[in-house]
T-cell receptor, first 110, second 112 residues
Framework: DTEVTQTPKHLVMGMTNKKSLKCEQHMGHRAMYWYKQKAKKPPELMFV???????INESVPSRFSPECPNSSLLNLHLHALQPEDSALYLCASGTSYGYTFGSGTRLTVV | QKEVEQDPGPLSVPEGAIVSLNCTYSNSAFQYFMWYRQYSRKGPELLMYTYSSGNKEDGRFTAQVDKSSKYISLFIRDSQPSDSATYLCAMSAGPQGGKLIFGQGTTLQVKP
């Protein structure tokens, strides 16, 4: 299994909602990542988990809360988001020898 | 100055042409270099990975890294309409758990 699976594929949420994005990999990678991508822009790093511990937080607002329950799973909890947070949220796993990205969750905040 | 510079294009070529995509970078600590292909509304897909300087070939794709010039390239031979996508260069200083820095991405259109 060489995939990174993200759910849901699409999500529409109001500014007062709480929702979670999920990511799963079974490649044995010990580093997992959350990226945010706006239209016609490259992915921007949000968080890095290494060996299930948060190692990098790129000054992301607290309305985004990551969680790594085990070495295969990565969650991103969302609360009180703003319309400008609408974007494609990408999960990745791997090392600098080759990261594998999921297909992403397309999030729309209304 | 951005750490990684990539011309966003768009680049339009006829089917069968050789395509050359390039990135320059400023951080001499980068050791790991990647090219990703991204179709519209999909996640990036790893095409090529190179460690340090040198060339690497995989089918129609060739990646080159020149660390002395801080310049990397991706060549696509016999380009096909299915190659139409955005190509992102990416690089990292460390092997695991570090930041992967992306270029802006170049949009490529291959016309039949």
């Amino acid at each position: 299994d060489t995939e990174v699976t993200q759910t849901p594929k699409h999500l529409v949420m109001g500014m007062t909602n709480k929702k979670s994005l999920k990511c799963e990999q079974h490649m044995g990678h010990r580093a997992m990542y959350w990226y945010k991508q706006k239209a016609k822009k490259p992915p921007e790093l949000m968080f890095v988990y290494s060996y299930e511990k948060l190692s990098i937080n790129e000054s992301v607002p607290s309305r985004f809360s990551p969680e790594c329950p085990n070495s295969s799973l990565l969650n991103l909890h969302l609360h009180a988001l703003q319309p400008e947070d609408s974007a494609l949220y990408l999960c990745a796993s791997g090392t600098s020898y080759g990261y594998t990205f999921g297909s992403g969750t397309r999030l729309t905040v209304v | 100055q951005k750490e990684v510079e990539q011309d966003p294009g768009p680049l339009s070529v006829p089917e069968g042409a050789i395509v050359s995509l390039n990135c320059t970078y400023s951080n001499s600590a980068f050791q790991y270099f990647m090219w990703y292909r991204q179709y519209s509304r999909k996640g990036p897909e790893l095409l090529m990975y190179t460690y340090s300087s040198g060339n690497k070939e995989d089918g129609r794709f060739t990646a080159q890294v020149d660390k002395s010039s801080k310049y990397i390239s991706l060549f696509i031979r016999d380009s096909q309409p299915s190659d139409s996508a955005t190509y992102l260069c990416a690089m990292s200083a460390g092997p695991q758990g570090g930041k992967l820095i992306f270029g802006q991405g170049t949009t490529l259109q291959v016309k039949p």
